[in-house]
């Protein structure tokens, strides 16, 4: 009966945390979100939560919620885009008001979703704004644990392997960068919501942790195991990478908010490799092998179709 509330919780994480944490038996979820469309989809498959429009980055009526909270999963981020100030919003403001919620009403506990970013070599607005967000938690005083994921994927996969799944539907050739052996963990996002859940019956109040992909996959192999979970025929081409970086800034001359930036294609390639540390040990959480969580990721047959608006 714990009072469970998920800010930014129509996202990508929330929606996969959300079913997850109905399979346990919580039923006392409250959503915070300010995505109209990823609101309607996440009421339409969980009508029996509260599920309620907010823009978290001004005050509002939203703070109520706070009152007798139990648990708060800080998850509302800006993760792609052109604008660097929608980053200062939704990872900067956003996470100052929720931390001052926390505080006047006593909420006992707080997860704090990171990310891997922090400590990597590349420079662009989601990597800058998320360093500083997780900063602003730590100097805070509120205990909790900081987790830090990798790329995830997994149901309601709306910007990464779910977008490129189905761009490879749609294009008669699907283009790779270069060689395409850029080096990825990427995490199933059923396994790290279980990590959360056992931040919350664990009631693990402080540590940072890693929540890395265990497996190591080059950026070509990933695309080529999408491809053979989704039975596509589309053929995996590779081309130049300054010729792909020219289609992607040209892209982003006609679309306000691309699925794929510059910033992004060079993070890509920037040789990152975060630590792997033994957190099936630690939370007591079973890893999916990759080619198995993409698998359920398109084919199961309750959340593998349900898709998010980008």
């Not at 998850?75 to 956003?94: K, P, S, T, W």
């Not at 890693?210 to 081409?237: C, F, L, Q, R």
């Amino acid at each position: 009966m714990k009072k469970i509330i998920l800010p930014g919780g129509a996202g990508l994480v929330g929606q996969n945390l959300v079913a997850r944490l109905k399979a346990k038996g919580y039923s006392n979820i409250i959503v915070l979100d300010k995505h109209r469309q990823n609101i309607e989809i996440l009421k339409q498959v969980h009508s029996d939560i509260v599920v309620e429009f907010a823009d978290l980055a001004e005050p509002g009526d939203w703070q109520r919620h706070f009152k007798r909270a139990d648990v708060v999963v800080m998850l509302q981020a800006q993760i792609g885009g052109l604008d660097y100030q929608e980053f200062v919003r939704n990872n900067i403001d956003a996470t100052s008001l929720i931390l001052d919620a926390i505080k006047v009403n006593n909420v006992p506990n707080l997860i704090h979703i990171s990310s891997s970013v922090v400590e990597s070599v590349a420079d662009d607005f989601y990597t800058r704004t998320k360093k500083d967000q997780e900063k602003m938690v730590l100097d805070s005083g509120v205990p909790c644990p900081i987790l830090r994921p990798t790329l995830m994927f997994g149901w309601f996969d709306r910007k990464h392997l779910g977008w490129l799944s189905r761009f490879m539907k749609k294009v008669p050739v699907f283009p790779i960068p270069g060689h395409g052996r850029y080096m990825r963990q990427p995490l199933y996002v059923g396994d790290f919501s279980n990590v959360i859940i056992s931040c919350i019956e664990k009631n693990i109040q402080k540590g940072i942790y890693n929540i890395s992909g265990h497996e190591k996959i080059d950026y070509i192999d990933m695309i080529h195991v999408i491809k053979k979970a989704t039975n596509a025929s589309t053929p995996i081409v590779r081309i130049p990478y300054t010729l792909f970086y020219g289609l992607i800034w040209t892209w982003s001359l006609f679309d306000k908010n691309p699925p794929f930036t510059t910033q992004q294609l060079t993070a890509l390639s920037a040789k990152d490799e975060f630590e792997v540390i033994d957190w099936p040990g630690i939370f007591d959480v079973p890893y999916t092998p990759f080619a198995d969580a993409v698998d359920e990721t398109f084919n199961d047959p309750t959340y593998g179709k349900v898709v998010l608006e980008f």
